[in-house]
Structure formats: C-alpha cells, structure tokens
C-alpha cells in the first residue's frame, strides 16, 4: 500500500526558510502529478503548488500567494517530492501535504506543521 510522509515543518520567523520532503513508499511519483497542499485553522485545505510527470515535462503552477517564494521539485529515483519556502509569512502557517494531482483521498498523510512567528 502506497503512503506518502512528510517531514520537516517546525517554527521559523517571518522572513525564514523551510524545505518540506515528502517520500513515498512505493513506486508513485514517476506516473503521477504531485502536488503540495496546505490548510490553516478554520480554512479549507488549498493547494500551493503542483508538478507534472517527466514525461510532460515537469511543468509547475502555483497557487498566486507562494509565487516566486517557494519552489516545488521532485526526484523520482528517491520517490521524494519537495517544497522549498522562503521568505515565509505568518499567512503560510498551515499543516502541509503532499498528494497526487488532483488528490487520491486515500493517500493522504498526517502533514508537517508550519508555523511562521515570530
């Protein structure tokens, strides 16, 4: 059974950084479109970032609040997808997952907190 874990959320200051890494344990990323979601308190999950497969291309979209401060990548050899953020914002606090595009219900996982204070 496929499971997708993600790791490395935490407290960092308005202005810092996080790289998020979510693996897989089985052989998913290379046929699907992967995406990077989040939901804050009181709000629904929303969707931060997306890839595509190799085979278009790896084309990337974000959501228009994270453009041009995070970066989504993947590596398939490693079944690890990647969200690096910068320049965080107390607005980006929010429980981050990873799941295909458009999401497998079953396939989501406990999220990383992120939480940006200061």
């Known amino acids: 059974q496929v499971q997708l874990v993600e790791s490395g959320g935490g407290l960092v200051q308005p202005g810092g950084s996080l790289r998020l890494s979510c693996a897989a344990s089985?052989?998913?990323?290379?046929?699907?479109?992967m995406g990077w979601y989040r939901q804050a308190p009181g709000k629904q999950r929303e969707l931060v970032a997306t890839i595509t497969i190799d085979r278009i291309g790896r084309i990337i979209n974000y959501a228009d609040s994270v453009k041009g401060r995070f970066t989504i990548s993947r590596d398939n050899e490693r079944n690890t997808v990647y969200l690096q953020m910068n320049s965080l914002k107390p607005e980006d606090t929010a429980v981050y997952y990873c799941?295909?595009?458009?999401?497998?219900?079953?396939?989501w996982g406990q999220g990383t907190q992120v939480t940006v204070s200061s």
């Open positions: 799941n295909t595009h458009p999401a497998i219900a079953t396939l």
């Open positions: 089985g052989s998913i990323f290379s046929n699907y479109d």
